[in-house]
C-alpha cells in the first residue's frame, strides 16, 4: 500500500530517578550516603534508507517512545540509559509540527541520521548532596520528563523530472517506455492512482529519475480528482514535463493554460519550475493533422519555431516538429523549452525526447548552481 502521509505522536524517554542510600555493611560505621544517578532516557532518531519507498510502515502506530532510563541504585550504582528509537522513513520526507504548522525536518539524503528528540537527563543520587553540614542527604533528583511532539510526516518524490497532465494523456506509457517503472496502463481516466518513479538511462553512466504522479482536471488545487492530493510529489522536482494530448477533445491551448493555472495556485514555487511541452498520442492523426495543431499550438502560446528542427523527419513517417532554444539561455517565465510531439505507444520520437530531458536536466543544474 502507498502511504505518503502519517500523523505521530513522538516522545522521548523520561531520566531515571537518583537513588536515595546510605552504605551499611559489617565493621562500616557511618558508611555515608551512596545513591547512584538515573540513567539518561532514549532519544528519538530519523534516519533516511532509500530501500524504503513509503510510510507504510508507520501507518497504525499511533504513539512512538523511546525508553525510559533506570532508577539509580545504591553503591554508587548508575541506572541504565533507555534505549533509543531509530524511525526509517524514505528520501523526501518532512516532519510537520501538527501544532504550529512548522516544517521541523526536511530529510532528503540517503543515510542522513538525524536526532529528533533528546532524552530527559536522569537525575542525580543523594550521594552528590553530602556536605560538611548534611552529613545524611534525604534527597535525590528525579529525571527530567521526556518531549512529546504530535507531527505530520509528508513524504514527497524526490525526481529530475515531473510528468503533469490531465487524465489519460498518456504519461504512464511514457515513463513505462523510457524508463524501468511499470505503472497500470489502461484506456480509462485516472489509471494512476498512486504516484511511480522510474530511472530513465541515457547512457552507460548517465540517468536521470521520472515521477508520474496521478492526473490533473480543472479545480485540482481546490480538492477535485487526484491531482491535489499527490501534486507535492512534484514540488521537489527540478524540471516539469508537461503533457498534451493532441487526440483529446479539449484544445491544447486550453489544457497547457489549465496546467499551468493549477500548478501556480497550488504553489507558486512549482509555477517557477523550468518545464517543456510533449504533446502526446500523435500515432491517432495524420501527418497534416498533427503539423496543423502543432502550428496553431505554437501561435496560441506566442512561441516561434526553430527552423533547424523542421516539420518532417525523413526517416520517419511522422514528424519530428518543436521548439527548442540554445541550452543555457534562460527562458522568458512561462515558455517551454522545447514542445516535441511524440508517441509512446508507436516509439516516435521518444528517443529524441529522453536526450532532450537529459541536456534540459543538465541546463537547470549549471544553471541553479550560477545562482
Do not use: C
Request: aromatic letters at 8%; proline letters at 4%.
Amino acid at each position: 500500500m502507498f502511504v505518503d502521509s502519517v500523523e505521530l505522536t513522538i516522545s522521548s524517554g523520561k531520566g531515571g530517578a537518583g537513588a536515595i542510600s546510605f552504605w551499611t555493611e559489617k565493621f562500616v560505621i557511618k558508611g555515608g550516603p551512596d545513591g547512584g544517578d538515573g540513567g539518561r532516557g532514549g532519544s528519538v532518531f530519523f534516519k533516511v534508507d532509500n530501500n524504503t519507498d513509503t510510510l507504510s510502515g508507520l501507518r497504525g502506530r499511533n504513539h512512538i517512545k523511546a525508553e525510559n532510563g533506570r532508577p539509580g541504585e545504591g553503591r554508587k550504582r548508575y541506572g541504565r540509559k533507555g534505549e533509543d528509537v531509530t524511525i526509517t522513513v524514505p528520501p523526501g520526507t518532512v516532519v510537520i509540527d501538527m501544532e504550529t504548522g512548522e516544517e521541523l525536518l526536511d530529510l532528503v539524503e540517503e543515510g542522513t541520521v538525524v536526532k529528533f528528540l533528546e532524552g530527559g537527563k536522569g537525575g542525580l543520587g543523594n550521594m552528590h548532596f553530602k556536605s560538611s553540614t548534611n552529613q545524611r542527604p534525604t534527597y535525590a533528583q528525579p529525571g527530567l520528563p521526556g518531549i512529546t511532539k504530535h507531527v505530520r510526516l509528508e513524504m514527497k518524490l524526490i525526481a529530475d523530472v515531473g510528468l503533469v497532465g490531465y487524465p489519460n494523456v498518456g504519461k504512464s506509457t511514457l515513463i513505462s517506455t523510457l524508463s524501468n517503472a511499470r505503472p497500470e496502463v489502461a484506456n480509462y481516466e485516472f489509471t494512476t492512482l498512486t504516484p511511480k518513479l522510474g530511472v530513465v538511462h541515457i547512457g552507460d553512466y548517465d540517468s536521470f529519475m521520472m515521477a508520474d504522479i496521478p492526473g490533473i482536471i480543472e479545480g485540482a488545487s481546490d480538492g477535485r480528482g487526484l491531482g491535489l492530493e499527490f501534486l507535492k510529489h512534484i514540488e521537489r522536482t527540478k524540471t516539469l514535463l508537461l503533457m498534451i494530448d493532441a487526440a483529446n477533445y479539449r484544445e491544447m491551448k486550453y489544457q497547457y493554460k489549465t496546467l499551468l493555472v493549477e500548478l501556480e495556485r497550488y504553489s507558486e514555487i512549482l509555477a517557477t519550475r523550468k518545464h517543456a511541452v510533449a504533446i502526446t498520442k500523435i500515432d491517432a492523426l495524420s501527418q497534416d493533422e498533427v503539423n496543423t495543431l502543432t502550428e496553431q499550438f505554437f501561435k496560441d502560446i506566442d512561441l516561434t519555431p526553430n527552423d533547424t528542427l523542421g516539420k518532417y523527419n525523413a526517416d520517419m513517417d511522422y514528424i519530428s516538429y518543436g521548439f527548442k532554444t540554445d541550452f543555457g539561455v534562460k527562458l522568458p517565465e512561462k515558455k517551454p523549452l522545447f514542445v516535441m510531439p511524440v508517441s509512446s505507444v508507436a516509439h516516435i520520437n521518444t528517443e529524441a525526447l529522453r536526450y532532450a530531458l537529459g541536456d534540459f536536466i543538465k541546463n537547470v543544474e549549471a544553471e541553479n548552481k550560477e545562482v
